[in-house]
T-cell receptor
Framework: RKEVEQDPGPFNVPEGATVAFNCTYS??????FFWYRQDCRKEPKLLMS???SGNEDGRFTAQLNRASQYISLLIRDSKLSDSATYLC???????????FGTGTRLQVFP | NAGVTQTPKFQVLKTGQSMTLQCAQD?????MYWYRQDPGMGLRLIYY???????DKGEVPNGYNVSRLNKREFSLRLESAAPSQTSVYFC????FGTGGAWADTQYFGPGTRLTVL
């Protein structure tokens, strides 16, 4: 089993739609979780950290489910500019290194 | 602030050639990293440096060497390039935090696209 697994997509959604991505992780001891955004042929950039209580930043909401070992990202009112690949990132507490998922591609169409 | 800069942006090598990828950050971060990104594989850590003067192997160090020249600069060297090293290489940096360096946000450079023929 991969340490961090994501559905590669693509998710094709119309503008204004709500879309959600899940990511599962294998190490139950993991404590830190992040969502990064990567535009085509660009570097990854932090979108948001994921806190135990869940957190919201504008149209973006991140949730953590420790019992089932997954994190989620919800995007409301999708914009064309949201089109990108979203990387799930987990801090491996055993090695203290970040483990990156392969990413979920989102395409928002007019 | 420029953040994290990398040179070159693109490079084509022949098998057996050597080259050095340069990375510099102006955020006064202690930790720096080198990753490679391949289709369907996600970002994989090659080497990292938790502080000036220290370097450690990551997940895929074979065929690479690194130098932490000073706090700002962290270079990656391919001594004898192989086609399997065709990839996009990203440098990143992060600062110290209460959760340790790894829990902090990592800031990435724009990447170097390397092709080895």
């Amino acid at each position: 089993r991969k340490e961090v697994e994501q559905d590669p997509g693509p998710f094709n959604v119309p503008e204004g739609a709500t879309v959600a991505f899940n990511c599962t992780y294998s190490n139950s001891a993991s404590q830190s979780f992040f969502w990064y955004r990567q535009d085509c042929r660009k570097e990854p950039k932090l979108l948001m950290s994921v806190y135990s209580s869940g957190n919201e930043d504008g149209r973006f909401t991140a949730q953590l489910n420790r019992a089932s070992q997954y994190i989620s990202l919800l995007i409301r009112d999708s914009k064309l500019s949201d089109s990108a690949t979203y990387l799930c990132v987990v801090n491996d507490e055993d090695t203290d290194k970040l483990i990156f998922g392969t990413g979920t591609r989102l395409q928002v169409f007019p | 602030n420029a953040g994290v800069t990398q040179t070159p942006k693109f490079q084509v090598l022949k098998t057996g050639q050597s080259m050095t990828l340069q990375c510099a950050q102006d955020m006064n971060h202690n930790s720096m990293y080198w990753y490679r990104q391949d289709p369907g594989m996600g970002l994989r850590l090659i080497y990292y440096s938790a502080s000036e003067g220290t370097t450690d192997k990551g997940e895929v160090p074979n065929g690479y060497n690194v130098s932490r020249l000073n706090k700002r600069e962290f270079s990656l060297r391919l001594e004898s390039a192989a086609p399997s090293q065709t990839s996009v290489y990203f440098c990143a940096s992060s600062g110290f935090g209460t959760g340790g360096a790894w829990a902090d946000t990592q800031y990435f450079g724009p990447g170097t696209r390397l092709t080895v023929l």
